[in-house]
């Protein structure tokens, strides 16, 4: 739906939103309940000591779990986008870890207490807070040293229009450049990437890799969808980002808090996306400031932070 119909998802989240203002217990409350006794049979079997979710389906279950009495094991959400969720109000777990301090009256607001909610920052994979030098980066992917390389992240399915993002690219950029499109499991964009621009040399594709934080340490700038965990990734990387919306929902509360805080550059189309990437790489001083706001805003350790202060008994 995110691909094919990325409005058609953004007016659903809407109706989701509303329907949440309400406060009337969700169908999507019911669907995750249907599950709930299978689930609690599995933790209870397995001897877990507490249960973490970072997405709003288990957390349902989770509630309905609870619900049903006789349940004691700890268990605990995870907000990964810089928003409240829709139906995530209607959760009931013992804490909440949340993405940033900013964010705890919104929370709040949606019919979390206050005092279940801990803002650690949205857990990431420790490996993009390890920054390789760039050189080094590029040596290891066999990317060239002596031209800017932009990091064009199209998202796990691609989205967004990549082709016309790289034909702006290719007319509007005078210098050389380097542009690596990470195409993810989308094999018919790769494909017709490949058949359009390829062959200039200036635009390479990369499927599907757990290497994306090489890719990261390696570009001069990154341009993305505003996912949470994404935006997050770039962050804790510490590359200078450029954020194109497209589709509403979450990703536009994500937008909003990263581009107020100095951590991206919001772009409205292909054209503004082309020149806030050159404009980051040629003005190295404002990539500077974005990337020291970036560290300060940020926290890299959340994933540990959580870890701990549930092994510690802390809520």
């Known amino acids: 739906m995110l691909r094919k119909a990325p409005a058609l998802f953004g007016i659903i989240y809407k109706a989701g939103d509303i329907y949440s203002s309400t406060r009337i217990v969700s169908p999507v409350y019911y669907a995750n309940s249907k599950y709930a006794p299978g689930l609690r049979e599995y933790i209870e079997d397995k001897g877990f000591d507490a249960v973490v979710s970072t997405h709003l389906f288990p957390m349902e279950a989770l509630t309905a779990i609870r619900k049903k009495g006789g349940f004691n094991i ?140 090489l890719y990261m340490n390696a570009a001069d700038v990154m341009l993305s969808k505003p996912g949470g965990l994404t935006s997050t990734e770039a962050a804790v990387a510490n590359v200078p980002l450029v954020q194109m919306l497209t589709y509403a929902a979450c990703e536009a509360k994500n937008i909003a808090f990263f581009t107020s805080h100095g951590l991206s550059i919001r772009a409205a189309n292909e054209r503004e996306a082309v020149s806030a990437m050159w404009s980051l790489t040629d003005d190295k001083q404002k990539a500077e400031k974005m990337r020291a706001m970036q560290r300060a805003c940020i926290n890299p350790n959340a994933a540990d932070d959580i870890a701990a202060k549930v092994a510690e008994g802390w809520i």
Do not use: W
């Open 74 to 213: 700890p268990c605990y959400g995870v907000l990964t986008d810089y928003t409240c969720i829709p139906f995530f109000g209607e959760t009931k777990l013992d804490g909440y870890f949340i993405p940033h301090e900013e964010l705890r009256d919104e929370i709040a607001k949606c019919g979390i207490p206050k005092e279940k909610l801990f803002a650690t920052g949205i857990p990431v994979s420790k490996k993009f807070a390890v920054h390789e030098s760039k050189a080094a980066a590029r040596a290891a992917l066999g990317l060239p040293a002596d031209k800017p390389v932009m990091l064009i992240m199209s998202g796990g399915v691609g989205c967004g229009n990549i082709l016309e993002l790289c034909d702006t690219l290719e007319r509007c950029s005078s210098g050389d450049y380097l542009a690596c499109v990470l195409t993810g499991h989308n094999a018919s964009l790769k494909q017709s990437i490949d058949e359009r621009f390829a062959s200039a040399g200036r635009i390479k594709t990369v499927s599907f890799t757990k290497q994306v934080n």
